[in-house]
């Protein structure tokens, strides 16, 4: 922001904010690639329970991010558990009943997403607050319907839903490696699969936040008719929002069909996905990328830990912690940093006008 | 003169009260044009029905000569039709430069980056808002929020503005300061539509006025004439004088 200031030298090409964020996630992206190695050397047989902890992390941390995505458009949606199963059905049903490549599903599972979140979305945006929630929510059940009643069962497969083929098979050489490392080797291949949509969904986050997109998004969300007197089309950038964070949920799901094996209704078009992915961006933050991906971590750690400190129950003390979190972080980790980062930078107070002449405030929060 | 702006016949029904009935008005290029009225004349539902926030019940509007009566705001917008609202309403979590840059950088259809930054550096200048371009919209007074309504208005590089009582609450010295910022961008080419209570500002401002009351056209004119007017003086039973003096 601050480049083109007035007397600053004009910025030539990308803002510095972008190519920073941008930076910052090729350093993110570097640290899961180098991740599960790293886990193997430190913990040996132990790194394929914090392997699959972070597969879980990564696949929250997609829900949340590309909730997060609609959300800055300010609009609540319940369908994301729809186009995380409508992505498992599209590897499922491929794989079934064609010969196509094991790969291919995970692409078109995106392009179902999208084509999908075009008609809803051209449908319900322009539903205005709980009743575009309601709409998606039922959505999520009209779609799940469909799969399990409306398609002939020889094609998806009806309840009891579809078994898909494994993306990675790695093979026991017997003497060289011990058991264990088998089941390392298939969490670390998906896991640089899901680091790598991730990092895909980061992307276009940061996109996104370094863009004129996050002033047509906040625009929308604050206030709609004010945004569209100033020049801003709402349908069109709530469509966008919607359309992209699809495509990488149904990715998503496709890549979670093949690792857990099979797709089935109850499973694919699960509540538990649509609430951990409005949930997870709450507690983290809303309207930020890093608040999201952060706050994936977080939970999916605390969740474990509860799991097996707790066994059971564990669900009623995660559930109390995030109704605490939501009550006493209403803007989440994120809004909890900030707050503290303020603190030390100037002392409390608002600005006044007189002092607010220097780039006060100047700091980008965008990322 | 052509006219940028036309009312053909607009009405505007909620339920059973007829808030604007068959009112016709032109505006031409370069005019700037009052709306006055008692409270609940329509004057803010005209401005509605003209700048697209609200779908007429009868009637047609006219912008550069095309029907626009189905377009959408942000439409109108793109055509040239600008917009500061009565009830300020700044985009509260964004700062004063991010509230004006929304408008430089959809105002119109394809704007570049670095236009959009100059524009907003304009309007924030114009508008005297350039030192208070970090702070958060939330945390600003009336009066600069006023402010903050006019430079995001002026960022989507309008041909013609529709004010909404931008002047109510002012100090005497700030309305003047706004007078002659209207009486620039005038000079300028902006065609200006503005709804006014406070009457000297009507006096030295309106090349025409249309007075409204019951969602009539009640007369229409010079300030003069409108003034001179008996209709329009026992419409006001006196609100007129005794502000004017």
Redesign the interface.
Known sequence: MNAARKGAVPARGAPAGLVRDLVLTGVFGLALFLAPTLLRDWFGQASVSYLSLGLRALAVALLALTWDMVARTGQLSLAHGAFYGAGAYTAAILLKNTGSPLWLGIPLAAVVGAVLALGLGAVTLRLFGIYFAIATLAFTEVLKAVVQEALPQAVAGGAAGINVPALFRPTFVPGEMERWEIAFLRNQSYFYVYAGILLLAIVVSVLIQRSRLRSAFTAIRTNEWVASVVGVNPARYKLLAFVLSSALVGMLGAVEAHRLGSAVPEGAFAVHVTVLALVTPIFGGLYTTVGPILAAGVLATIEETFKRSLSDGYMIAYGLVLVLAILFMPRGLMGLFRGLTRRMKRGPGPPSEASASPAAGGEETGA | MSTVLEARDLAKNFGGLAAVTSLSFRVEAGEIFAIIGPNGAGKTTTLDLL???LAPTAGTVHLAGRDVTRL????R??LGL??A?QVV?P?????V??NV???A????RSVS??E??RRA?EALERTGM???R???AE?LNLL?EKRLEIA??L??NPEVLLLDEVMAGLRPAEAREAVTLVKQLNAEGVTVVFIEHVMPVVRDLAHRVLVMDYGRELAMGTYAEVTADERVVRAYLGEADGEAT
């Open positions: 700048s697209g926030m959408p705001p942000y439409a917008c793109h600008g917009r609202f309403q985009f509260p979590e964004m700062t430069e991010e840059l929304v408008g950088q959809f105002g119109e980056g670095a959009a930054r550096d350039d030192r208070l970090d702070v958060p945390d600069q995001r208005a960022a989507t």
